[in-house]
């Protein structure tokens, strides 16, 4: 991984965004995006960790995210690692999930096929985290997860994703309190 995809200082905030293997669109269903509101408000509370913003798509996740006192990336790796294996069992003990059988052979088969994994692969690999060191690249990344799932089609208007920071900044208390960025 370049030194440019590195998190290098720990005082600063990031925007990441995590896809999961093949583009699949796992929240599609408010079932699995809940466990990954449920892990984001759990990292806040019990790791230090601060969302300045965020965003669940169909088949990824956007973060702007700083911390309190603990290595950012260890607060990723955990989140990345509880959130695959949570996510594993909700599938699986999903009755009502008509993509059961397809969704497991695709994660089972990406984890196949990397040695990082033990037959299991949720999420890609890569994060890339991009320092945000200016308000211009703090602007142009936030309006960027904000707009998200406007150009995609979803929403008329930001506000109206449900899986979003948007909400908050509008003034609406959202399910994820956020750390407003200057």
């Known amino acids: 991984m370049s030194r440019k995809y590195k998190i290098t200082d720990q005082s600063k905030f990031y925007f990441v965004s995590f896809a999961t293997v093949g583009w699949i669109d796992l929240f599609i269903r408010p079932v699995y995006a809940e466990v990954i509101i449920d892990s984001l408000s759990f990292c806040q509370k019990e ?3 601060l969302i300045g913003a965020w965003c669940i798509m169909p088949s990824h996740i956007h973060l702007i995210i700083g911390t309190e006192g603990k290595e950012m990336q260890s607060i990723v790796r955990d989140f990345k690692s509880y959130t695959s294996t949570a996510l594993r069992e909700r599938i699986e003990n999903n009755p009502q999930e008509s993509r059961k059988k397809w969704l ?3 994660f089972q ?7 990082n994994n033990k037959n299991w692969q949720l999420w890609q690999q890569h994060y890339h985290p991009i320092i945000l060191d200016s308000n211009e690249l703090i602007d ?21 994703w449900n899986y979003s920071s948007a909400k908050n900044y509008a003034g609406v208390k959202g399910p994820i309190n956020i750390h407003f960025l200057d």
């Open 140 to 160: 142009q990344k936030l309006n960027y997860l904000h707009d998200n799932p406007v150009k995609a089609g979803f929403v008329e208007e930001a506000i109206h």
């Open 104 to 106: 497991l052979q695709l």
């Open 47 to 49: 790791k230090g960790l």
């Open 109 to 115: 088969k990406a984890g196949s096929k990397n040695s």
